[in-house]
């Protein structure tokens, strides 16, 4: 079976509504998106349905990797932050950190579960934006460490479920405007309408072609199939017009999680899209597991990447749809 696939089970399913940029999806950002506190009180009702109120806009914001790149995106620069911000060996980020500057910021964790408690404390923070997925607790701030960290700034928690990837990028852009984000910026208008574009380009793509698409997460010992019904993208592709195929009998769940001899039930799919945080490391190993390698859209060579957990902004998605637009318009029907 699978030995070495990058992240837990339980890591995936968390963030399956999650998705960013890489190689071909970073977002460019410009000095425009400079942000400036804006002048009166600091409102805002999170996810848990908590509402913080601040005698001005806070200028010391943590939050999370891909909170913070979704808010660089429309316009708010965070003074730090913590998740997937570990450089690989050239020196790169993951596409998770979208366009966000490590020499900008003061990083408090590089990697899930690690957050350094005493530096947020002296950096004097006065929000942290994490996201949630259970209504309880924000995903990346450890659990053993969270009544400090919460005790010492308010923290915000933004949904991680969504039913499009439209909600979720307004959703910040909403966040960065209260912050001070001028988001009536020219190019935050034009990066609006190349998404708009893209996702005109793979509904023509699949008007044309007919393809059956199937998003999936490989795991250790299980495969891990998306309803697009509770996945934003799956449901923003289904409305633009791609016929993105559900798991068996689904239980009103984000992951429908399969043994790999199950893998079978996706014959039908032309086309798969795979968890891009973890496909390349465990590439190897799945071509092992015949279940998965004897799949059409395998033996086809049409797995493309799914940018699970990448930056919720128009610019991320609008390089993320044209680039699955191109793709569809390259593939075949099986």
Do not use: H
């Not at 239980?251 to 199950?262: I, N, P, R, T, Y």
């Amino acid at each position: 079976m699978i030995n070495k696939i990058a992240g837990t089970a339980m890591a995936l399913v968390a963030s399956l509504a999650l998705t960013a940029c890489g190689g071909g999806t970073e977002a460019a950002t410009t000095d425009s998106a400079a942000s400036t506190a804006p002048a009166g009180p600091f409102e805002y009702t999170d996810a848990l349905g908590k509402a913080i109120k601040l005698d001005k806009a806070p200028s010391v914001v943590v939050a999370q990797s891909s909170v913070a790149a979704a808010l660089l995106d429309a316009g708010f620069q965070v003074k730090g932050a913590y998740g997937e911000l570990k450089p690989d060996a050239a020196g790169k980020l993951s596409y998770q950190a979208g366009s966000l500057d490590l020499n900008k910021i003061t990083v408090v964790g590089s990697t899930y579960g690690e957050f350094d408690t005493e530096k947020y404390a002296l950096m004097n923070p006065e929000l942290l934006v994490d996201y949630t997925f259970d209504a309880k607790t924000l995903w990346y701030v450890p659990a053993a460490q969270s009544e400090k960290i919460l005790g010492l700034a308010p923290a915000a928690a933004v949904p991680g479920n969504y039913e499009t990837t439209d909600e979720a990028i307004e959703t910040f852009v909403d966040l960065a405007g209260k912050l001070g984000a001028d988001t009536a910026r020219t190019d935050l208008t034009t990066a609006k309408a190349d998404y708009t574009t893209a996702l005109t380009a793979i509904g023509e793509a699949a008007k044309a072609s007919g393809l059956k698409v199937a998003i999936m997460s490989p795991g250790t010992d299980s495969l891990y199939v998306a309803d697009p019904a509770y996945l934003p993208e799956g449901n923003t592709l289904k409305k633009a017009g791609l016929d993105v195929v559900s798991p068996e009998n689904p239980k009103k769940e984000v992951f429908a999680q399969l043994s790999w001899e199950q893998a079978t039930q996706f014959t039908d799919a032309d086309v798969i899209l795979v968890d891009a945080r973890t496909y390349d490391a465990g590439k190897a190993d799945l071509a092992k597991v015949a279940t998965w390698a004897n799949l059409p859209a395998v033996k086809a060579g049409q797995v493309y990447n799914w940018y699970a957990a990448a930056p919720y902004s128009y610019q991320s998605y609008a390089k993320i749809y044209a680039e699955l637009a191109a793709q569809l318009k390259a593939a075949k029907k099986l």
